[in-house]
């Protein structure tokens, strides 16, 4: 490693094909609210090491002070946008709660395998230094500040703003964004700037959202539709490019080439991905990639039952996409080396709402010629479908956990709720394409000491294919 270096890798190619050693733990929220026990949300640290004797195990939690956070996503003070940086160090993870607007500074840096809580920002920061409510996304800042991203303003209602962090104090800072334009709508972002732009999109009001999906909001405006665009060095707010309604566009990523003026973002509804990019003229586009048709569906809560796109990210040589369907339950692998025509060349089926046996028929279906068989693992069946994926720096094993958000994951998989998440992990063939489930690997957060949890997000403690941007 240079003398000079900081976090993380000069390039994504470095990352992916350089010196960085397999991933041995991994952290994960894990979350109570909604579950009926009163305990508070954690941090799990999970044993990913074959050769290890706690391989697939929870080796430690980290319990948060308050209940009902809703712990999320999370990210880090210093990830590769530091890399020139030699005075920062990747130590401390950013754990968001989604619900009480709580953010928690995490110490990974003392003792890797026993992180311990560094600071935790009380709402009221969030409230009265910014007017907004509700963050969800994470990321450093090559100026060594963190930037979040918040879904609503501190009445709940929708309202895409942004909060700036201090990365040394982590004293909250103010708005990020300048002027009085902002989107009515916030989830999460990913910025580039190269092309001096951050682009970010939108789910739902807090307060819509909160305690479960009702379709009828959709038509009132309540979900969101549209990718916002944001001039990188002024901080304001200066396009909308529109998905279409009931679209609720959610994770975002751009190439990882900081050169590249074009990604991809996955809209959950209405099972789409669209590759964004950058015009002739200099604004900004999308055109719909990937559909994943709806199937015709008897026993459920609409009578056409959406993939839900609920997660995407892309190799870090920018050559697959993943991305998870919820409901249907399957996880797909997308050849991207022609960014306009991704081809589908691996799939494979977690669970979700239409495995045989279960109280959904399909009646019409475009893709399958039979409903998928359950999925079951180590004696298992696994309840819930797959929801965030991970994928390891090199590309080969792609980690996947099976709860979305509490409120969702009770109304849509109640058994998930009283059984627990699961984590499981995917070898992936990285020169032609094909996804296998690895059948030696389960974690059953069903089994936790203080009752089944929800576990969510994964991340590396090196930085990841969804945390790090290099600038």
């Known amino acids: 490693k240079c003398g000079a270096c900081g976090p993380g890798y000069a390039t994504p190619l470095d990352a992916m094909k350089g010196k960085c050693p397999r991933e041995e733990i991994v952290y994960l929220p894990c979350i109570y609210r909604n579950t009926g026990i009163e305990k508070p949300d954690y941090l799990a640290t999970v044993d990913v090491d074959p050769k290890s004797p706690h391989y697939c195990q929870v080796i430690h939690r980290l ?49 890797l395998r026993a992180p311990r809580i560094h600071k935790v920002v009380e709402p009221v920061e969030l409230f009265w230094k910014g007017n907004v409510a509700n963050p969800h996304t994470s990321h450093c800042l090559g100026s060594g500040d963190i930037l979040i991203s918040c879904l609503g303003d501190p009445s709940g209602n929708g309202k895409g703003g942004f909060i700036l962090l ?7 800072k103010g708005n990020w964004e300048n002027g009085e334009k902002v989107p009515p709508l916030g989830y999460d972002f990913w910025y580039q700037p190269r092309h001096n732009v951050l682009m970010s999109t939108e789910w739902g009001a807090p307060k819509v959202l909160a305690d479960g999906f009702n379709p009828t909001d959709i038509e009132k405006g309540y979900y969101g539709r549209r990718i916002n665009v944001w001039d990188w060095s002024t901080r304001t707010y200066i396009q909308a490019v529109d998905l279409g309604k009931g679209s609720i566009p959610l994770e975002i990523r751009f190439l990882h080439n900081p050169d590249a003026a074009e990604g991809f973002v996955g809209c959950a509804l209405s099972g789409t991905v669209h590759r964004f990019y950058k015009t002739e003229k200099g604004d900004w586009a999308a055109e719909k990639v990937i559909e994943v048709p709806s199937k015709k569906v008897q026993g459920w809560l609409l009578p056409d039952m959406p993939g839900l796109i609920t997660d995407i990210l892309i190799s870090l040589d920018d050559r697959f996409l993943y991305f998870s369907n919820w409901l249907h339950g399957d996880i797909r692998q997308y050849d991207v080396s022609d960014t306009r025509k991704p081809k589908l060349v691996g799939q494979v089926f977690l669970g979700g709402s239409i495995t045989k046996g279960g109280p959904v028929t399909v009646v019409e279906d475009k893709e399958l010629q039979d409903q998928p068989e359950p999925f079951v693992i180590k004696g298992k069946r696994v309840p819930g479908g797959p929801q965030m994926i991970q994928l390891s720096l090199d590309g080969k094993r792609l980690y996947v956990t099976s709860s979305l958000y509490s409120a969702w994951d009770k109304q849509f998989y109640p058994d998930l709720v009283k059984e627990g998440s699961v984590m499981l992990q995917i070898d992936v063939d990285t020169e032609k394409g094909g996804l296998k489930v690895n059948k030696n690997f389960l974690v059953d957060f069903g089994k936790e000491p203080d009752g089944p949890v929800l576990a969510h997000e994964i991340r590396y403690p090196g930085g990841d294919c969804t945390s790090d941007i290099w600038v």
């Open 63 to 111: 319990p948060m002070p308050n209940l009902k956070d809703e712990l999320h996503h999370s990210g880090w003070n210093a990830c590769s946008s530091c890399f020139g940086d030699a005075t920062k160090r990747r130590n401390r993870l950013i754990l968001p709660s989604l619900i009480s607007s709580r953010i928690y500074v995490v110490d990974v840096g003392t003792d």
């Open 166 to 172: 201090d990365g040394e104090t982590f004293e909250v």
